[in-house]
């Protein structure tokens, strides 16, 4: 048999916390073949990245401990002296990390950043160090490279920026590349592009690949084999295919079971609830269909017209408007009682000063919003008041959207005595209820949000929305930072919570696939316009639009059986910044469908 | 780590924290840590001490130093240690004037603890107010506010202090009133800074689009999330208004002679130093010195438990 390039065994991760030692990765071995790509896939707190940053090296000696062997080219890591590691990492081992915008030094030119590298480590002229920079940056597919060379990271996107730090990985000639969530702060099409391109560089060098992720769908397009953890624990590995066909621990079960698929509600109308595992037996258990709720007689809870939202920016001494973002450009929208719609785009598409101006948290430029018949523009204090009481909106991030300094029990009490609903006594009563609708117990009501998991958080967060009966609940990316068998749970519940309530949810998310699952119909935006809206059906089975069918390509599926070589263009995302003088053209749209609408010019 | 995986989502997730369900609250824990760190106890002590001394000087005080008919000036510049004619003994020595110094520093910390906590508590009433409105109008209101802050902040202290002093004459109001001037500037910009920050973050805009009144989600909900930073600069700042205090009695314009304040005391003894009479101006100096000291130990610490990144 073939010597793996890194082989770990019996890998054990130990942190002081508060001067005891806690485990935080137990036990795990596994090989890294050569030109191999290996998945370690977990949901937060699993130790994945800790087993990266153990290979490495990284973690203070202070306040950690790591035990096991770790061979690499003959050698065991954790035995090497500093020194010696010092010349493996970033020489023979490249590393990527998650934040694009962090990774590379602000105030050095990238071509700076590469040569830099290349001078250490492979003892090159200034001269042969550029030319190989410019190599390098042409090998990780960035235009005009040599121009290139001379700018700043703030002047690269998101995206460009990953390709940068590749580059730089990439410099040294690595033999294994481990790559810690490389695409988790992208958007969809960017990430696509960078896995094409970690694929393609990886035929191109032979290098091996650890690629860390919490994303299944991520997993599949990419590795070959596949480690799962689970608190600390690698619980299952095999390949890939084995492991998305026939899954043998309860753990893994569960965790496929939640992820969400492009493509696997074709042919159907109305949301699906997620299957849940038995977590003792692993047994899926059947999913409950969802019940009609759109309230197609009634006149719609949400109508939005050619709602205009621009933001100026200002320069210099006298404050002069030289420009503007056009984030929402001539929206409209509308939603019935029972009724999800989804906003769907990327980073800067609009969706969610949308969804801001919808209640006014940002104010809009132009355009009229009814809520249940009321005009939300023109509202004064007090209407504007009574309108916010029928509109409530989630957002994205639990850990912000709760005062850390009030305890839940009163920050979901809090709207109901505001808003004079119920006194003090019959307001508590109704908090225990709310907890208990959103599968909470009641007695948590005197804890702080710190004490709550992020899932916990988001309940919360949700109680407190339905705190005021609305009709209509606005979720900012609600789900989309929660690890994926919470979001499949915090989903089922808002199911369950439209067919108690018919609730209507303008649900805004950058995730096609939990949209699929979720909404009647779809709107997609691409730089603050909306670009195709129709039932969902129509819109994922049969996209129109240039743009629907890019972001469509662009998803990664969790099947390996359906991966595919697809071509993704390396367009980048434009930005919706328009020079003061812009004056927007009238946009025409063609009926593709009953209901549904595509933009044409 | 989440243990919410795999059960289902009608049933109720539950007390999976591993935590008993009382629930101490960030203050709570802030106290606590407090005091488990061993500077900050020792700062505490000794600031406890200074100001139970300070409050029951007339009980404990030998002699009341501001009672004229209860001195003795052939008394004058004693030596610690020495016996009076009516049998008291000055454990460490006596002023210019024959005050029993243990007593004079004892009632001078009474001035100088009041002083410097009521000016810093109005200050920082006053000072937090227009950095809260200021932050949270914004617009011209802010630029306008804050202009008065820069134009505050960029003359010293002690010089508006001095000025203050000079039109309105001497007196423990007056000096609290001139601190106040001084000092509401830094609390202004160090709250209007936090602010401006916990403004936009979540959980406010979840509070405007659940329509409370402005009111609240000011006072209620910025405000609290705004203080850590507040109370550390309180804590300082108190410790600062002290020392201006002493300052400016020490240079003759604080407080009258009749009611020596700690910078009194040293400026009284100032000029007896170079002829051997240390204690006149060392014992009030070392008073001075170790309650700043212990101020400070506390402040640092408060900084350092308050301080959101060590959270992690």
């Known amino acids: 048999m073939i010597k793996p390039t890194l082989s770990i065994s019996n890998l054990t991760t130990s942190f002081r916390v508060n001067g005891e030692w806690q485990n935080v990765v137990r036990d795990v071995s596994f090989d890294i073949g050569e030109k191999e790509t290996v998945a370690v896939v977990g949901e937060s707190g699993s130790g994945k990245s800790v087993t990266a940053m153990s290979i490495m090296r990284l973690l203070s000696p202070a306040n950690s401990r790591v035990t096991g062997r770790i061979e690499f080219e003959g050698k065991n890591l954790l035995d090497l002296p500093l020194g010696d590691m010092q010349s493996i990492r970033g020489n023979r081992i490249g590393m990527i990390f998650q934040e694009p915008m962090t990774s590379l030094n602000p105030v050095l030119k990238i071509g700076q950043q590469i040569t830099e590298v290349l001078v250490q480590h492979r003892g090159m002229s200034d001269a042969q160090a550029e030319a190989e920079a410019v190599r390098l940056l042409e090998k990780v597919r960035i235009p005009s490279a040599r121009s290139r060379l001379n700018e700043y990271p703030m002047s ?110 074709t042919g159907t109308d109305r949301p699906l609830r997620f299957p849940q595992v038995d977590m003792a037996t692993g047994e899926i258990q059947p999913v409950q269909q969802t019940e009609d709720t759109v309230k197609l007689n009634a006149g719609p809870i949400l109508k939005v017209d050619d709602l205009v939202t621009r933001f100026n920016i200002k320069k210099g001494f006298l404050r002069k408007t030289v420009g503007r973002i056009h984030a929402v450009e001539g929206v409209s929208l509308e939603l019935r009682q029972g009724e999800t719609l989804s906003l769907v785009g990327e980073s800067g598409c609009g969706k969610s000063t949308t969804g801001r101006s919808i209640i006014r948290l940002t104010d809009p430029t132009a355009g009229e919003i009814r809520i249940d018949g009321k005009n939300v523009l023109g509202a004064g204090k007090s209407e504007l008041a009574d309108i916010r009481r029928e509109a409530q909106m989630i957002f994205q991030d639990p850990f912000e959207s709760l005062n850390p300094r009030i305890r839940i029990g009163e920050a979901i009490a809090e709207p ?54 609305p009709k209509l609940i606005i979720a900012d990316e609600s789900v989309s930072a929660l690890d994926v068998s919470v979001k499949a749970q915090v989903i089922n519940l808002m199911l369950d919570l439209q067919e108690k309530y018919g609730l209507g949810y303008l649900f805004i998310s950058h995730d096609m696939a939990v949209v699929e699952r979720i909404s009647h119909r779809v709107a997609v935006m691409y730089l603050g316009e909306i670009v195709e809206v129709g039932p969902r059906r129509a819109v994922f089975e049969n996209p129109q639009h240039e743009y629907t069918k890019r972001l469509m390509a662009a998803v990664p599926i969790a099947d390996p059986s359906r991966r595919q070589t697809r071509r993704i263009s390396n367009e980048e995302i434009k930005s919706p910044f328009r020079a003061a003088d812009y004056v927007p053209s009238k946009r025409l749209y063609r009926e593709a469908g009953e209901g549904h609408f595509v933009q044409v010019a | 780590m989440n243990q919410e995986t795999g059960t289902t989502s009608s049933v109720h997730v539950g007390n999976n924290l591993g935590k008993p369900t009382a629930s101490r609250s960030p203050f709570r824990q802030a106290i606590s840590a407090l005091l488990n760190d061993k500077l900050a106890l020792l700062g505490i002590v000794l600031v406890l001490i200074f100001v139970v001394a300070a409050i029951l000087a007339p009980v404990i005080a030998p002699q009341n130093p501001y009672d004229l008919s209860q001195l003795d000036i052939l008394d004058g510049r004693l030596p610690p240690g020495s016996e009076s004619m009516n049998g008291l003994v000055y454990v460490i020595g006596t002023d210019d004037q024959g005050r029993d110094l243990l007593s004079a520093i004892l009632y001078g910390l009474r001035t100088s603890i009041l002083v410097g906590i009521s000016s810093a508590a109005i200050a920082l009433i006053i000072g937090a107010s227009i950095g809260l409105i200021s932050a949270y109008a914004g617009g011209r209101v802010d630029s306008v506010l804050m202009r008065i802050v820069d134009i505050q902040l960029s003359f010293p202290a002690i010089l508006i202090a001095l000025i203050f002093l000079a039109i309105l004459g001497q007196g423990v109001d007056k000096i609290i009133l001139a601190l106040i001037v001084t000092q509401w500037a830094y609390y202004a910009r160090t709250i209007r ?32 999330n705004c203080l850590p930073p507040l109370i550390v600069v309180a804590t300082m700042r108190v410790a600062y208004a002290i020392m201006l205090e002493a300052t400016l009695s020490f240079l003759g314009i604080g407080l009258p002679v009749t009611e020596p304040s700690l910078g009194l005391l040293i400026s009284n003894g100032f000029e007896y130093l170079l002829s051997g009479d240390y204690w006149i101006s060392f014992f009030p100096g070392l008073a001075l010195l170790l309650l700043i000291v212990a101020i400070n130990l506390i402040g640092d610490a408060l900084r350092d438990i308050l301080n959101p990144r060590r959270e992690g």
């Open chain 1, 156 to 265: 690269f996107s998101g995206g460009m920026r990953q390709r940068v730090v590749i580059a730089i990985a990439l410099a040294c000639d690595p033999k294994l590349l481990i790559a810690d969530e490389p695409t988790t702060a992208l958007d969809v099409t960017i990430q696509a592009q960078i896995l094409e391109l970690i694929k393609t560089l990886q035929e191109e060098e032979g290098m091996s690949v650890l690629f860390i992720t919490h994303d299944m769908g991520v997993v599949a397009e990419i590795s070959d084999r596949t480690v799962v953890m689970y608190r600390g624990e690698a619980v299952e590995s095999g390949t890939t295919r084995d492991i998305f066909k026939a899954a043998k621990h309860p753990y893994t079960r569960a965790l496929l079971s939640a992820v969400p698929q492009l493509g696997s509600m």
């Open chain 1, 416 to 469: 109901i005595i505001a808003h004079g609903l119920a006194n003090a006594a019959e307001a508590k009563e109704r908090v225990g209820e709310l907890l208990e609708r959103v599968g909470l117990s009641a007695s948590m009501a005197s804890r702080f949000p710190h004490e709550f998991s992020g899932g916990q958080r988001q309940r919360v967060c949700i109680a407190r929305a339905l705190a005021l009966e």
């Open chain 2, 193 to 224: 800074g936090s602010a401006l920050v916990e403004r936009k973050r979540a959980y406010v805009d979840a509070a405007r689009s659940m329509a409370l009144p402005d009111r609240r989600i000011l006072f209620r909900h910025i405000l609290p």
